[in-house]
C-alpha cells in the first residue's frame, strides 16, 4: 500500500517543480508567504512607488529598477515614445495640463517625451506657462530635465523665459538644474534678465546661487549691472566668493568695472582678488592697472599688477610707471624697470634713463640702463606687422 503512496507523491513533486520552474522562466514572483492570496494593484500614478520622499507632486507609478533588471511588466514600465499616442495642438495642451492638475508624472512624462523632436519641440509659444508649471512643480529630477529640454528649444518674450525661469529657482531651496537655468536666462538676455539676475544675487541665502546669478550677470556685458556687483564685492568678507564677483565685473569691462576691482584687490590683497586680475584681457585697462600700483597696495598686488601690464602691452601706462618707479619697493621695483623695457617707445627709453641717472643704487641703474637700451634698439627695428595680418 505504501509504494502506490509513495509513487504518487513523487508525481505531485515533480508537477510542482515544473510549474514553478515555467513560473521563474516567464519572469513571474513566487507568491510571499506573509502576503494575502490577493492584492490590488497601486492605481495608475497614485501610491508611493517612484514618489520622492515628501515631494507630493507629480508621483510616477514606477519605483526605477535595480541596475541591470527590466521592468517586470509592460504596463508598469514607462512607456516607450513610440507607444506613445502623437498628440497635436490643443489635444496635447489638453493633455498637458491635465497631468499637471492631476499631478500625473507618469502622463506628463508620456507627453513631454512624445513631443520632442530630433532637434526641436512640437509645443508652441501658448505652451510656454505650461511648461514652467511643470518645471516647477515637480521635484523629480527627469521631468524636470524634459520640461527644461523643451523650453530651452523654444523662443519667447524675455519676460516670459525669465520669469518662468526665476519662479522655479525661488520653487526650491537647492534646484537641480540652477546651472542651466541660468544659462538660458542669460541667453533670454534685456531688461528682464538683468533685473532679474540682480535680484537673485541680492536675495539669495544660498552662496552657490549667488556665484552663479554673478558669473550670469558677467555673461550679460551689460555695464548696468556694474554697481549691483560692485556693491556685494565690497560687501564680501569671504576671501574666496569675491572671485566669481571680481570675474564679472573683468568681463563687462571699462574703467568702472574694472576700478572696482582693482580697489577691492589693493584693499584686501587675498588670494581670490589677486587672482580675479590674472583675468584681465582689455588692453585698456593696463593704465588702470598702473595708476592703481601708487594707492596702498601689498607687494603681491603690485607683482601681479605689473606682470598683467607687461602681458597687455600697451604704451599708455609709461606715465604712471614713471610715477611709480620711485616709490616701488624690493621686487616690485625691479619689475616695474623690466615692464619699461618691454615697451617699445621712446618715452619708456627715457623714463629709465632718468631713473638710472638719479639712482644711488647701482644695481637698480644698471638694470634701468639695460633696459633703456633695450627700448633703444627696439626702436631702430621695423616695427612688427600684428599677428593678424599678412593671411596668418
Not at 15 to 26: N, P, T, Y
Not at 101 to 125: K, M, P
Not at 289 to 303: F, G, H, N, P
Amino acid at each position: 500500500m505504501k509504494k502506490p503512496i509513495l509513487i504518487a507523491s513523487l508525481a505531485a513533486a515533480a508537477i510542482a517543480g515544473a510549474a514553478v520552474f515555467v513560473l521563474l522562466r516567464s519572469g513571474g514572483d513566487l507568491p510571499s508567504l506573509d502576503a494575502p492570496a490577493a492584492t490590488k494593484r497601486t492605481a495608475r500614478g497614485s501610491g508611493p512607488r517612484g514618489r520622492r520622499p515628501g515631494s507630493g507632486s507629480f508621483p510616477s507609478r514606477t519605483t526605477p529598477p535595480e541596475s541591470g533588471s527590466a521592468p517586470r511588466a509592460t504596463s508598469e514600465a514607462v512607456r516607450p515614445k513610440s507607444e506613445v499616442p502623437e498628440l497635436s495642438g490643443a489635444a496635447r495642451r489638453k493633455a498637458l495640463t491635465e497631468a499637471i492638475a492631476n499631478e500625473d508624472g507618469d502622463a506628463l512624462r508620456d507627453i513631454l517625451q512624445s513631443s520632442l523632436t530630433e532637434e526641436g519641440t512640437r509645443f508652441a509659444a501658448e505652451d510656454l506657462p505650461l511648461l514652467f508649471e511643470a518645471l516647477s512643480g515637480t521635484r523629480d529630477d527627469g521631468l524636470q530635465k524634459l520640461a527644461l529640454t523643451h523650453l530651452s528649444r523654444m523662443e519667447g518674450a524675455p519676460e516670459v523665459m525669465v520669469k518662468g525661469y526665476l519662479d522655479y529657482l525661488r520653487a526650491s531651496e537647492r534646484p537641480a538644474l540652477a546651472g542651466e537655468v541660468f544659462r538660458e536666462i542669460t541667453r533670454a538676455g534685456g531688461d528682464p534678465a538683468l533685473h532679474g539676475l540682480a535680484g537673485i544675487l541680492r536675495e539669495t541665502p544660498s552662496e552657490t546661487m549667488r556665484w552663479q546669478a554673478a558669473q550670469a550677470l558677467g555673461e550679460l556685458r551689460d555695464a548696468r549691472a556694474i554697481p549691483a556687483l560692485s556693491g556685494i564685492l565690497d560687501s564680501i568678507q569671504e576671501p574666496r566668493q569675491a572671485y566669481p564677483i571680481a570675474q564679472s565685473l573683468i568681463k563687462i569691462g571699462g574703467r568702472e568695472a574694472i576700478s572696482s576691482v582693482l580697489e577691492y584687490a589693493a584693499r584686501e590683497g587675498n588670494e581670490a582678488s589677486l587672482s580675479a586680475l590674472q583675468e584681465l584681457r582689455d588692453r585698456d585697462a593696463a593704465p588702470i592697472l598702473a595708476e592703481s600700483l601708487t594707492r596702498r597696495a601689498s607687494e603681491a598686488y603690485q607683482v601681479i599688477a605689473l606682470q598683467r601690464i607687461r602681458q597687455l602691452g600697451n604704451p599708455e601706462v609709461i606715465p604712471a610707471l614713471a610715477r611709480y618707479l620711485d616709490s616701488a619697493k624690493g621686487r616690485a621695483q625691479g619689475d616695474a624697470i623690466d615692464t619699461l623695457a618691454t615697451l617699445r617707445d621712446p618715452r619708456a627709453a627715457r623714463t629709465l634713463e632718468e631713473f638710472a641717472a638719479r639712482q644711488s643704487d647701482q644695481k637698480l641703474a644698471h638694470r634701468a640702463q639695460r633696459g633703456a637700451q633695450k627700448v633703444r634698439a627696439a626702436l631702430e627695428r621695423p616695427e612688427p606687422k600684428p599677428k593678424n595680418e599678412g593671411g596668418g
